[in-house]
């Protein structure tokens, strides 16, 4: 089976699914934060191995607890999907924090503080050609 067969793909997507289940319905570790989403699902292609991207809306701490915490729950995990999903075999899922939400926050920030700068200097030059207007005028 090819990386980005269709059947990967539905195998990648029922497994992001199921996974999101598990992790928002079965575990109880606290060092899971509530704010938990599943981002994406890269299962290899033997169906051995799985990849899974999570993001976690909270501070770094806050993900790197969430990651060691589901670390320690992954056999629980891999059991739980085994009776879910059925499949040849159940891959080993291996959890990566993904930070791209985080990022994509951060470069808005920084695009809305340029266009706050931006929007002040186009206000100060409306407000010199007003004031030559009327200079012009007397």
């Known amino acids: 089976m090819r990386k980005n067969s269709i059947k990967n793909i539905r195998i990648n997507e029922e497994v992001k699914k199921e996974l999101s289940n598990i992790i928002r319905n079965e575990l109880k570790d606290p060092r899971i934060h509530m704010m938990?989403?599943?981002v994406s699902v890269?299962?290899?292609p033997d169906l051995k191995t799985c990849k899974a991207y999570i993001s976690v809306l909270g501070t770094e701490q806050d993900g790197a607890d969430t990651i060691q915490g589901l670390k320690s729950a992954s056999g629980y995990i891999k059991n739980r999907?085994?009776?879910?999903i059925n499949l040849r075999n159940t891959p080993e899922i291996?959890?990566?924090l993904d930070q791209?939400?985080?990022h994509g926050i951060h470069i808005a920030h920084i695009l809305?503080?340029?266009?706050?700068k931006h929007d002040e200097e186009?206000?100060?030059d409306m407000e010199?050609?007003?004031?030559?207007f009327e200079e012009t005028e007397e």
Do not use: M, R
């Open 42 to 44: 890269e299962v290899a």
């Open 36 to 38: 938990t989403s599943v």
């Open 100 to 102: 791209s939400i985080e």
């Open 122 to 124: 186009d206000h100060a």
């Open 128 to 132: 010199l050609e007003t004031n030559d």
């Open 94 to 96: 291996f959890f990566k």
């Open 112 to 116: 809305d503080g340029l266009n706050i």
């Open 81 to 84: 999907l085994a009776k879910s």
